[in-house]
């Protein structure tokens, strides 16, 4: 079993194709968009949702069957067509340098969408290896219930101050005491949060 990395990524100004244009084509444009807008789609047909998405966003429908040059120079592929022979003529073909993800077959590539949990700046990512991502989403459930709802403000205040005391002049000891105090005792109120800031100010 290969063993795979959990990471988070920055997918600026990488070139992401996807082959096929059926239904996981589009959960997979649906998980990317709001990462990265320019995108390719490779595929003789497409759902009518994705259709619409073209119209309002970067997305360049290549209106082909998938061949060797749609491959080239991608950074990130993901092998979504319901055709084997396809599925399979990408996974030898894609660049070495590519990062794979492949739907139909969980080790035919290299990269794993994991189901997430996102509250601004905090994201969770949970991957079974491919083992069951229904297992992967209950897990996500549950977890997703035990997250206080003020964590999204929390969280921003949480890196505003420790902005501030990275800028300071307290020791290091102090400043661990301080970010450690930080998430020990919780300060969810906004009034007592901008308080606390202008005392580092
Ligand atoms: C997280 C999520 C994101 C997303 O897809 O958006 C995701 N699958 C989701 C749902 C889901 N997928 C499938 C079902 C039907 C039930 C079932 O088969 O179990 C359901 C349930 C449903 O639809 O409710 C079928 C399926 N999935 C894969 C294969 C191929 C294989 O197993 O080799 C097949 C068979 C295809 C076929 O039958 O031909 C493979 C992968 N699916 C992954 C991610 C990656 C591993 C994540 C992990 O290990 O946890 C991985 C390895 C690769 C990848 O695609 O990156 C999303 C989670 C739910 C959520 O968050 O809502
Ligand atoms: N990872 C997952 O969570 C998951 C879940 C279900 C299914 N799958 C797998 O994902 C794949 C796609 O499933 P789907 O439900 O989106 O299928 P679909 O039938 O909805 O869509 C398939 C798309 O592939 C296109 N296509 C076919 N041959 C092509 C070619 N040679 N070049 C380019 N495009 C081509 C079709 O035109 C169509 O747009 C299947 O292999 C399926 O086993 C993965």
Not at 26 to 50: A, D, G, N, Q, Y
Not at 77 to 84: C, E, L, W
Not at 161 to 174: D, F, G, P, V, W
Request: hydrophobic content about 40%.
């Amino acid at each position: 079993m290969t063993n795979f990395l959990p990471f988070f990524i920055d997918l600026k100004d990488k070139k992401i194709v996807i082959i096929g244009g059926g239904n996981i084509a589009e959960r997979r444009i649906k998980r990317l968009l709001p990462f990265r807008e320019h995108i390719s789609i490779v595929s003789p047909t497409l759902t009518e949702s994705l259709e619409q998405m073209i119209q309002s966003h970067h997305i360049s429908w290549v209106k082909e069957t998938c061949q060797k040059q749609h491959l080239q120079h991608a950074d990130f592929i993901v092998i979504a067509t319901n055709d084997p022979t396809t599925n399979r003529y990408i996974t030898e073909n894609a660049p070495a340098s590519a990062w794979v993800n492949a739907s139909h077959q969980a080790d035919a590539g290299n990269i794993h969408f994991p189901t997430t949990i996102e509250k601004g700046r905090l994201k969770i990512a949970i991957s079974t290896g491919g083992a069951s991502p229904i297992l992967a989403k209950k897990i996500k459930d549950s977890i997703e219930q035990a997250i206080p709802d003020q964590y999204d403000k929390y969280i921003d205040f949480l890196f505003e101050a420790r902005q501030l005391i990275k800028q300071s002049k307290l020791t290091n000891i102090e400043r661990k005491q301080l970010l450690q105090e930080l998430v020990e005792s919780p300060i969810y109120a906004h009034t007592e949060q901008q308080k606390w800031l202008e005392q580092l100010k």
